[in-house]
């Protein structure tokens, strides 16, 4: 393992500490340079469009009903790599005991939650900041990493939190849901791109192999909303992420060409989106597509990112089908593990990965 990974550079501060301090002006290590500030960086449309809504219960429909909603999720995928499902098939009543309990978590005593403390080598726990390069603008959140498959790699006790004691079987009923909504997405998105049902799946290490963490992000309230960032732009680099966001507290943006278009989530909604490794195995059909997180001055945030991603000792590269002379591999076959060490060595930077790794 890399020496890079074994420590953080400094000290980590809890932006929830600072928050609840009560401080009017933010340290500077959390402002962001000009050309970055959410209100001066290229254009935000507010709900002049919308990432697409998807109903789901098509799939169960007649064929042409299943068709059309492939359709709309491929025509999602194309246009905006971000797009809302509703009648996903995870229980509503388990997604607000899914938030109720993450919530009880962040408000124990700060003491509490740092006896979990993550290290960047495995980022489990808990944390505040993603990369390890020493002097780095930070962003304005905390959050939870826990790994839940596969089996082998699942985060052991130690690294859950014992408290609330609920917190565990409801986030593990969470996980087998929310494992089948992919699973059933994997089918739909190798459909759409011409590949037999299960190519997506099988890339990712089959049945039992594919991988799935889950990041509970919690973003405390801002006093200079306009100068920091909760999330800086990024790409996720995994597979696919299924996010559960707050639907009373805005904050997620989408990249559409040169404007940040800010997420509405569905009270029952789950947002989906596409990662750097199947616009990869697509060989660019289907885009990973950057976003951020806003901080709020008056509310907190809190939101899970579930990240369904590949086995990680496996290489990956585009399907063999979508190689062409006109459209040739744009990437060398890579495994997870040796991908994701960009993320956490530097930390969030926009697509600069997927991109360079197009360049060579
Ligand atoms: C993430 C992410 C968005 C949000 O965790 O990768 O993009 O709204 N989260 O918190
Ligand atoms: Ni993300």
């Known amino acids: 393992m890399d020496s890079l990974l074994q420590d953080w550079p400094e000290p980590v501060v809890c932006v929830q500490s600072l928050s609840e301090s009560g401080l009017s002006t933010i340290p500077d290590r959390y402002i962001k340079p000009p050309s970055d500030r959410p209100s001066l960086s290229i254009t935000s449309k507010q709900n002049q469009h919308s990432i697409p809504v998807v109903d789901l219960r098509g799939l169960m429909d007649d064929v042409a009903g299943c068709r059309a909603t492939i359709q709309a999720i491929s025509a999602a995928c194309r246009e905006w790599g971000f797009f809302q499902v509703v009648n996903h098939g995870v229980s509503v009543e388990l997604m607000e005991r899914m938030r109720e309990t993450w919530r009880s978590f962040f408000q124990l005593p700060i003491k509490v939650k740092q006896a979990y403390a993550n290290l960047p080598k495995t980022y489990e726990g808990y944390g505040s900041r993603l990369g390890v390069e020493k002097g780095a603008i930070l962003d304005w959140g905390d959050y939870y990493f826990l790994n839940l498959m596969p089996a082998s790699a699942r985060s052991r006790q130690m690294h859950w939190p014992a408290q609330p004691c609920s917190l565990r079987e409801i986030t593990n009923e969470y996980?087998?849901?929310?494992?089948?909504?992919?699973?059933?997405?994997?089918?739909?998105?190798?459909?759409?791109?011409?590949l037999d049902v299960d190519y997506l799946q099988n890339a990712f290490g089959g049945g039992g192999g594919a991988g799935e963490c889950l990041r509970v992000n919690y973003y405390p309230k801002c006093p200079q909303p306009d100068l920091a960032l909760g999330l800086s732009p990024h790409s996720d680099p995994g597979g696919l992420t299924v996010l559960l966001a707050d639907h009373r507290v805005g904050g997620l943006q989408v990249r559409k060409g040169d404007a940040w278009v800010t997420v509405q989530p569905l009270p029952a909604a789950l947002v989906i989106n596409i990662g750097d490794q199947i616009q990869v195995l697509s060989n660019c059909m289907f885009k990973s597509v950057e976003h951020r997180v806003l901080t709020n001055p008056t509310n907190e945030r809190i939101s899970m990112a579930f990240f369904y991603n590949p086995r990680s000792d496996l290489p990956l590269a585009p399907a063999q089908e979508l190689v062409t002379p006109e459209r040739p591999s744009l990437y060398r076959p890579m495994t997870f593990d040796e991908y994701r060490m960009y993320i956490r060595k530097k930390g969030p930077r926009g697509k600069t990965q997927v991109e360079s790794l197009k360049a060579q």
Not at 175 to 192: D, F, G, H, N, W
């Open 175 to 194: 996980e087998r849901e929310v494992a089948k909504l992919c699973q059933t997405l994997m089918k739909v998105l190798s459909i759409s791109l011409g």
